[in-house]
């Protein structure tokens, strides 16, 4: 396996060196900004100048490290993208389908960066997937650096990747040996006291208005019996991510949080990882969503979600009965 990685990357390396001899490179994110996908994009942006992170979103975690390392990343509008007439390629990073990144993507060759279950892009000459089955895509660029940019593996881009890796992981929740492995190195490389840097992510309190539709979303919870599995059910109007999370320490097999704004449904789900190891995949399950009820979806074993247009009560209604055909493992 590891000589397979180590082929992976030789050939990444030869097609980001060509591209950026080209000329510009926008490496985007995914249209979440969340850590895992900003981390991975200024990581990567830090390699060569001709490299730009971008995308149409920051995530309140990303943001806030953003702002205190003054990081570059350029914040595009969605549906007003004006590319530079010489740009070059794309790299795309933590993003299953190129609906996912929000931006109307220029025709130009594109490298994908991924690590998620589910794959609808659709690739041309002159295109290159790397797709691993790793915990977050920062580990993916981490290992890259490490073997063919360890010089700008400086403290700050090691802070990008660790953070990248601990939210994808949920806390290391999620973890395996290759994630820990890599957080190893990224502590080692950056100079990071690690008790420090997680105190730095936690600063921000939530405001009363949070706190507040935090606190509805667990007073709306409720607990069903999907077949073997105990899955708990709320609704939020925002920050249904943070609700998910919340709940998944109460110790159910499973947690969907519904929100419904605008026309369009989002279901965020969450398992524990004995749940995983028993059977539920919810990446596969959020994509057999999409199949049914249109709409997309797709994650992680352990997270993911789905969105569409679907009735809230109808989607939520079809999660559960996904995870109550699903046989229990021992």
Excluded at 121 to 146: C, H, I, P
Aim: include cysteine.
């Amino acid at each position: 396996m590891k000589q397979l990685h180590n082929d992976d990357l030789e050939s990444l390396h030869h097609w980001l060196c060509e591209a950026t001899a080209r000329g510009p490179v926008a490496v985007i994110t995914g249209k979440n900004g969340d850590m895992d996908t900003v981390g991975s994009a200024i990581a990567l942006s830090s390699i060569h100048p001709n490299f730009m992170a971008c995308g149409v979103h920051l995530g309140r975690v990303a943001r806030r490290l953003v702002e205190s390392h003054h990081a570059p990343f350029r914040l595009l509008k969605s549906g007003r993208e004006q590319w530079p007439s010489s740009i070059s390629a794309l790299v795309i990073v933590d993003a299953a389908a190129a609906d996912q990144t929000g931006l109307d993507l220029p025709n130009v060759p594109k490298c994908i960066l991924d690590h998620h279950a589910t794959d609808d892009w659709k690739l041309q000459e002159g295109d290159f997937s790397l797709k691993w089955d790793v915990r977050s895509t920062t580990e993916m660029v981490a290992r890259y650096m490490l073997n063919h940019a360890n010089k700008q593996m400086t403290g700050p881009v090691c802070e990008f990747l660790l953070a990248g890796l601990v939210t994808d992981t949920g806390r290391f929740r999620h973890a395996n040996a290759g994630s820990f492995e890599i957080a190893a190195s990224l502590l080692e490389n950056g100079g990071i006291d690690y008790q420090s840097f997680i105190e730095s992510m936690e600063d921000e309190r939530p405001s009363p208005s949070d706190q507040g539709a935090m606190l509805r979303g667990l007073q709306r919870t409720e607990l069903t019996e999907a077949g073997p599995w105990r899955v708990l059910r709320s609704t939020a109007g925002t920050l249904e991510g943070r609700v998910a999370s919340l709940l998944s320490g109460i110790g159910a097999d499973a947690v969907v949080v519904t929100r419904h704004r605008h026309g369009e449904t989002r279901l965020t789900v969450r398992a524990s990882r004995s749940s995983v190891l028993a059977g539920l995949h919810l990446g596969s399950i959020m994509e057999g969503l999409s199949e049914s009820l249109g709409g997309k979806g797709g994650g992680h074993d352990g997270a993911a979600g789905w969105s569409g247009q679907a009735d809230p009560v109808a989607a939520e209604s079809a999660f559960i009965d996904a995870v109550a055909r699903i046989e229990r493992g021992k």
